[in-house]
């Protein structure tokens, strides 16, 4: 074939080439920047997780150990009041008033990490346990706030008992009154200490177990998280035999009586290490 017939065809080739790798390049490099993207998203969006289940971690056991100290501290006022009471019960005296009190000591609040509302978590149950753990925790600390002026209550109770006496003397009666004001007071303090804080250790000891479960290897988290609460994925129900997702308050209590001998044993070795701590101090 004459050469002067493919110059052009040869030409025209080259030109084709040029002009495909002049479209392709661009195109590649917009797919591969698309890839990055994707990619680099779902490996930060995974470190976010990570992270927000380390906050969570360190939050819940804060606020564990706040509880446990706090459990201690009031149980410590309640057994000063006691042993306040038991001495002005050991006054015979027709004359003697009783004037005696205790300080108040330095109870402080419940620790509280105030952006739980606010973390982003997958985990339908995590989410609902935060947000009522920190209602709980907000509640438990205004009564905590308002104990010092209980008490102060109390005591001024007594002094304006005190000073209504002054012209018609009765110090039996008053060290009565005063008795009984210490004793309710005593009384209450205790019940606070093994009951109402008490509950709140519950649903924090199942955040912090069940947390601790989806914290665990990639697979080892994921199948716990798609076993309790379904999975999105059509793909992974048929694989697996997981179930679609479930939001609801009933799955939430399903989660709990799983969680329930676990969330047991560990009150009980924190209830005895405070124990222990107490008899040391």
């Known amino acids: 074939m004459d050469s002067s017939i493919l110059e052009p065809i040869i030409v025209r080739l080259y030109h084709w080439q040029d002009l495909t790798g002049a479209f392709l390049g661009p195109f590649f490099a917009v797919i591969l920047s698309g890839i990055s993207y994707l990619v680099g998203r779902k490996i930060e969006k995974g470190r976010q997780e990570t992270e927000t289940m380390r906050r969570i971690e360190v939050s819940v056991t804060y606020s564990l150990n706040s509880i446990a100290t706090m459990q201690q501290k009031l149980r410590l006022f309640a057994g000063s009041l006691s042993r306040l009471v038991v001495e002005i019960q050991t006054i015979t005296s027709p004359r003697e008033y009783a004037m005696q009190t205790v300080n108040f000591p330095a109870l402080g609040t419940i620790y509280l990490d105030e952006e739980l509302p606010r973390l982003l978590v997958n985990s339908y149950y995590l989410h609902n346990k935060l947000l009522w753990i920190h209602s709980g925790i907000v509640d438990v600390n205004n009564v905590l706030t308002g104990l010092r002026g209980d008490f102060e209550r109390v005591i001024r109770l007594n002094e304006k008992l005190l000073d209504l006496m002054k012209d018609n003397p009765n110090p039996p009666l008053q060290r009565a009154g005063y008795i009984e004001n210490l004793s309710l007071f005593a009384d209450e303090i205790e019940r ?69 001998d676990e969330v047991e044993q560990e009150i009980a070795k924190m209830n005895e290490r405070g124990q222990e701590q107490v008899v040391h101090i």
């Open 192 to 260: 606070f200490a093994n009951e109402d804080l008490l509950k709140g250790v519950t649903p924090l000891m199942q955040v912090k177990l069940y947390n601790d479960k989806l914290r665990k290897s990639w697979w080892r988290g994921k199948r716990t998280w798609w076993k309790n609460e379904g999975v999105n994925s059509w793909v992974i129900r048929l694989m697996f035999g997981f179930g679609a997702p479930a939001r609801t308050l009933d799955n939430i209590d399903k989660i709990d009586r799983s969680l329930a």
